[in-house]
């Protein structure tokens, strides 16, 4: 079975690696064919959107058994307020077709960094503290992304770079650490080993 996962940018293509370790590891002789699929600032939106989901389900010759979109809700404009609220515009974009599975990160995909901490602080030389225990809180008004690249510059006097920096942090990591305090990414890799027929993390 091919999934197409839709994804923003360059941490999240980044992402891939890990996540498809991670899947792999829980769905031994299941795992599905994962086509990432990467647009550059953020997925489409409204029309838009429904076309390219029907595109992919339609593909010939292969056609994809499932779409999994991933935004973020902070994307620079005002059109999610929360991960909730951005899940649900993208199914009323697209439709009530179960093959479609929005999910968001809230408020950026650089939440599910924050739980390695301890990992950013080896890798900038930063003491600063970490933003706290619950990374999907982390807000609009200084979003995790801009929380890192801050303890970048701070630390190691050098620019966050989302694609290398972002593998770096996760690089030997497990992502049930994150997983377990960031119910978002936790709900995407459930839906990731439900529709590939494995068990869910509970």
Not at 69 to 76: C, E, I, S
Not at 112 to 138: A, C, H, K, M, Y
Request: net charge positive; proline share 7%; glycine share 6%.
């Amino acid at each position: 079975m091919k999934i197409v996962v839709m994804v923003e940018g360059k941490t999240e293509d980044a992402f891939k690696t890990h996540l498809i370790a991670f899947l792999k590891a829980r769905l031994s002789g299941r795992m599905p064919k994962l086509q990432f699929d990467r647009f550059e600032g953020r997925i489409p939106k409204q029309d838009h959107l429904k076309r390219r989901v029907a595109l992919y389900l339609n593909e010939r010759p292969i056609p994809a058994g499932h779409v999994v979109a991933l935004t973020d809700v902070y994307t620079g404009t005002p059109d999610f307020q929360t991960a909730d609220n951005a899940k649900r515009k993208m199914r009323e974009w697209v439709g009530d077709d179960p093959r479609f599975h929005p999910h968001a990160a809230q408020y950026d995909f650089e939440a599910w960094l924050l739980p390695f901490w301890d990992e950013i602080q080896r890798l900038t030389g930063s003491n600063r503290s970490s933003p706290g225990p619950r990374p999907e809180l982390v807000n609009h008004q200084n979003p995790p992304s801009k929380r890192i690249e801050e303890v970048f510059r701070t630390g190691s006097g050098r620019r966050y770079v989302k694609a290398r920096d972002g593998l770096r942090i996760l690089s030997g990591q497990n992502l049930l650490v994150s997983a377990n305090a960031c119910p978002e990414l936790k709900a995407l890799l459930n839906t990731l080993l439900e529709i590939s027929g494995g068990e869910q993390i509970p």
